[in-house]
Nanobody, 115 residues
Framework: QVQLVESGGDLVQPGGSLRLSCAASGSGFSTYTVGWYRQAPGKQRELVAQLTRLGNMYYADSVKDRFTVSRDNTKNTVYLQMNSLKSEDTAIYYC?????????WGQGTQVTVSS
């Protein structure tokens, strides 16, 4: 059983930076694939970034070269570093952890990019 708690969402200006954190409780965190999703009002939830336990990474084209996903297995925490933020990045961001038949979601954290 894994629980994910997200934090770091805030109101930021265009061009600004923000780092989201997702703290995991439970054992075996290092064996999970982790990812970040986002959902804007009226839009479908989309995968933003993904990081497997082996270090393989995936980024959506819309965030490539601006966002960086990382994990610290010692701290059981997943991070999403967000740079050069745009108004289009405004959404609720969710973290996810997956392993075999098990998958878990965080509660989401609001990111608003506005001047």
């Amino acid at each position: 059983q894994v629980q994910l708690v997200e934090s770091g969402g805030d109101l930021v200006q265009p061009g600004g930076s923000l780092r989201l954190s997702c703290a995991a409780s439970g054992s075996g965190f290092s064996t999970y694939t982790v990812g970040w999703y986002r959902q804007a009002p009226g839009k479908q939830r989309e995968l933003v970034a993904q990081l497997t336990r082996l270090g393989n990474m995936y980024y959506a084209d819309s965030v490539k070269d601006r966002f960086t996903v990382s994990r610290d297995n010692t701290k059981n925490t997943v991070y999403l570093q967000m740079n050069s933020l745009k108004s289009e990045d405004t959404a609720i961001y969710y973290c996810k952890a997956w392993r075999f038949a098990d998958n878990y979601w965080g509660q989401g954290t609001q990111v608003t990019v506005s001047s």
